[in-house]
């Protein structure tokens, strides 16, 4: 049996979970999924209850959890999923950008995957006053972090187009993103089709034609900033779904964030948060090497496709009129 | 009398500069303009035939210059320009992201000017191995150049729109970050439309709508990634100009690269390096207060739009046939 520990989140977070649960239990009915779900208070909503955005009930559930389902954070999102990442050694962060049937976008069907070191970098947290007027944060990057998201990044392009962009800026930065780039070409250069690319090129290119792309493999900073930037040229930042995987945890959350001004009128969209599920189930397939746990991530991913290719329950983000509870319905019922 | 310093560049930066020459003593001519021009070797050229991207006779004339003018460099390009905007301190880069008539771009009329603090964060260079498999960049980040830049955009700002976003990752980078926000809100929020964004919101939000930007204030290492993105999005990083502007020393120089796939073809296109040199008679205007500084500069800048305007003579990057000559040719014959 898998544990997994819900954190329903602030904002849109809540009606997100909530209504999404019917969808997840359809699947372990269906595929007779063995899992068990457990809720925990964390962000906003527990700083505004106990004083502390992830309380020591919640780290005590969630470190007996294999997993965590996580909806948007609002104000406190670095203190609770930045901490996670931490604590937990979830070093990869997975963000798949890939365009919807309906969804306007000016640029085709993108499909890019970017593989996001999630330990180090300026996330760590290392930053200090060094006057009253003059401040010092450590970019780290060591070795170790920078084989481990290669050889992620390698896993993924063998299942793909076998083609890698090692993204950096290792000629300004030449012995910490130099670090990076070595690293990553000892590992992917004779594994698949690579190339490097400085993190502003990329930026640019992403806008000139995203379509040259498959797998990005880069640091957490520009990992952050062009994961958001992939989304937006994919078609949506609010479509975009991601996983935090580690050896012993993984966490599975939309990119999006809170979106406190829509929070309670039922329009939020919940396809990142239900691809995050998607992302979930495949990912208890690699651990469990169950099929029926593939099959569940294939059935919710097929039933999204679905009701955009349909294009009949959109919510009003992407220019539709539909209402969350709609297009859950919608894709409940496409689900078999 | 002002002094410029021409750094000609590698790949097409020779044919670049020198064809542009006609243009610069037109205008000269017809605006009795009082600057001398003094060729000066460096980048790749330089450091083939001296061992030394910044040879000591290149330093000795651009420490008398005023201005440097510069053409794109290969491979030592960080050795050329980071260098020599630390060396003289040129805090201010300035980078419009401006759409030109007949270029083809998805996001309409497209008009951002992005103000990046150019000396510090993490081009500081100091960087270090901690062990044989770890290394440290240290990004740093003070109140006083924090207080320079944010009066740079405030200055801008009440020239344009009046409305400046403070763009920075304070929610991560609390303490480095954190200063910059700060110090950014102290100068501008009771002096323009002030807003703040998180720097990947930020990378997606110029996909979504860049019309929502005016004047974006940032550090170093965001401004170089965000500044190829917005120019991309208002039509081509190959059109994008930009002033590195210090008290006593100023840097303009085309955005693009080398191009070493299209040297000596005579197809680059030069209207980031003239649009950069319309910048220069601007920053020069602001020097001497001198009017005519400001006609030769405007005078450029209007013959360029419209020979984008005309649509006749646009090179192969943009999607028209015509040589660098050609548009060279018409250029000047507009200037008036
Ligand atoms: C909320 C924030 C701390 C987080 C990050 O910067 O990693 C978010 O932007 C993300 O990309 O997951
Ligand atoms: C060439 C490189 C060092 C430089 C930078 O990173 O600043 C360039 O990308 C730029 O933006 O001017």
Redesign the pocket.
Known sequence: MYRIALIPGDGVGPELTYKSKKIISKLVEIYKLDIQINEVEAGDIAVSKYGDPLPKDTLKTIDKSDIILKGPVGESAMDVVVRLRQMYDMYANIRPAKSLPNVPNKYGNVDILIVRENTEDLYKGYEYYVSEDSTVGMKIITKKASERIAKVGLKYAKQRKNKVTCVH?A??MRITDGLFAKTCREILKNNVEYNEM?V?AAAANLVRNPLMFDVIVTTNVYGDILSDEAAQIAGSLGLAPSANIGDNKALFEPVHGAAFDIAGKDIVNPTAFLLSVSMMFDHLYSLSNDKKYKDASKSLSDAIYRVYEEGKTLTPDIGGSSKLSEIIDNIYGKIQ
């Open positions: 800026k000629n300004v400085y502003d």
